[in-house]
């Protein structure tokens, strides 16, 4: 025989649980309410405003210029724009490689630039611009002592040539080129003459100026004692004092018995 419940055993047990039932909703509300009065204040006060902008890279443009392109300033919403707005309007900036925007815990903007490396300067009618990697022609006033400058290349595949093998060029050798002057002509295209913060004269091709400039170091120790001259490199190696190939007003006081002496 099936057992019978009085419903009256039951009601305190529905009440019990109706109440508990209760009581979740209304902690529920409260704590959306809790939550929703934070965000109000925190939105309201200055912790949801950015603190400080710190902009790290920045040789090309200086750290104000980067902020201005960013489009965010001090004191405006912390959430008001996303990272990848920062980094597209950035990105569009002349010289600019790569860039990284992050947020900290504590309300400050991180902006990480990678610019193109400068290669050289580019001489035109005595204006001087920065030649970068890219082959772009970068306007800046900014000066490096460790580039060398190139006059008449005023060919922008012969600008790449070159950039390509000043990339390459050893670290040792790069600092202490002074000038590289694009000799070519019509039938000999890629001719150069650099002239070296040693006192050197070097002419080379460019396909091979990188490579055959490795041995720079070497040659010029096997010089020493000597006249300052001429480093042929376009077909082996050769060297020639100045007295010899300018005359007696342009060379340096040296000994000249070498003089059309092939460098081993």
């Not at 970068?132 to 005023?154: C, M, R, T, Y």
Request: glycine share 6%; no cysteine.
């Amino acid at each position: 025989m099936d057992k019978v419940i009085d419903i009256e055993e039951r009601i305190p047990s529905m009440r019990e649980r109706r109440r508990k039932k209760t009581n979740k909703k209304f902690l529920l509300i409260i704590a959306i309410f809790i939550i929703a009065l934070l965000l109000l204040l925190y939105f309201q006060s200055s912790f949801s405003k950015i603190g400080e902008i710190d902009v790290k890279g920045a040789h090309l443009h200086d750290a104000d210029y980067y902020i201005e392109k960013s489009g965010i300033s001090s004191g405006i919403g912390y959430w008001s724009f996303t990272t990848s707005m920062v980094k597209d309007k950035i990105t569009s900036v002349d010289g600019v490689k790569e860039v990284s925007v992050s947020r900290s815990l504590l309300r400050d903007i991180e902006i990480s630039v990678t610019e193109w490396k400068t290669v050289a300067y580019i001489e035109n009618k005595g204006e001087y611009s920065l030649l970068l990697e890219n082959g772009d022609i970068f306007s800046s006033k900014q000066i490096n002592a460790n580039i060398p400058i190139l006059s008449h290349v005023d060919d922008a595949s012969i600008r790449k040539k070159i950039t390509s093998q000043l990339l390459k060029m050893d670290d040792e050798v790069l600092p202490i080129i002074s000038e590289i002057i694009y000799t070519g002509s019509e039938v000999d295209q890629d001719t150069i003459t650099v002239y070296m913060d040693d006192g050197y004269e070097v002419h080379a091709i460019i396909q091979t100026f990188a490579s055959n400039m490795e041995f720079y170091p070497e040659i010029t120790s096997q010089l020493e004692g000597l006249e300052k001259g001429i480093i042929d490199m376009e077909v082996g190696t050769f060297f020639s004092p100045f007295s010899e190939v300018y005359g007696d007003e342009e060379a340096e006081e040296g000994e000249g018995d070498e003089v059309g002496e092939e460098v081993e």
